[in-house]
């Protein structure tokens, strides 16, 4: 059993930067894949980005290529996500899940075994 538990969220000013974390316990982040999904009422959870576990390439969604950074922390077992300038779009709560999803399957919640209990950013004028 791994625990996660997301932090770091909370109210910005659209161009902002902001960085979560995800920290695990109970188990090594390093023998996971840990992807990062965001989710607003009434609407699924989707994909932002990946790391995957064999150290290979990240991967993000269109939405945030470019703005967002998936990283890990080895050493202190948690993976961040810095979010450069934000935009209204990227309100939601944030959670990062740990699985071992194939390539083609990154993006598919059901692929991760442990979710922790989210954190909300807010991006708003």
């Known amino acids: 059993q791994v625990d996660l538990v997301e932090s770091g969220g909370g109210l910005v000013q659209p161009g902002a930067s902001l960085r979560v974390s995800c920290a695990a316990s109970?188990?090594?982040?390093?023998?996971?894949?840990i992807s990062w999904f965001r989710q607003t009422p009434g609407k699924e959870r989707d994909f932002v980005a990946a790391s995957r576990q064999t150290g290979g390439n990240n991967y993000y969604a269109e939405s945030v290529k470019g703005r967002f950074t998936i990283s890990r922390d080895n050493a202190k077992n948690t993976v961040y996500l810095q979010m450069n300038m934000l935009k209204p779009e990227d309100t939601a709560i944030y959670y990062c899940?740990?699985?071992?999803?194939?390539?083609?399957?990154?993006?598919?919640?059901?692929?991760?075994?442990?979710w922790g209990q989210g954190t909300q950013v807010t991006v708003s004028s």
């Open positions: 109970g188990g090594r982040l390093r023998d996971y894949t």
């Open positions: 899940g740990a699985g071992r999803p194939i390539l083609s399957a990154l993006t598919q919640v059901s692929m991760y075994y442990y």
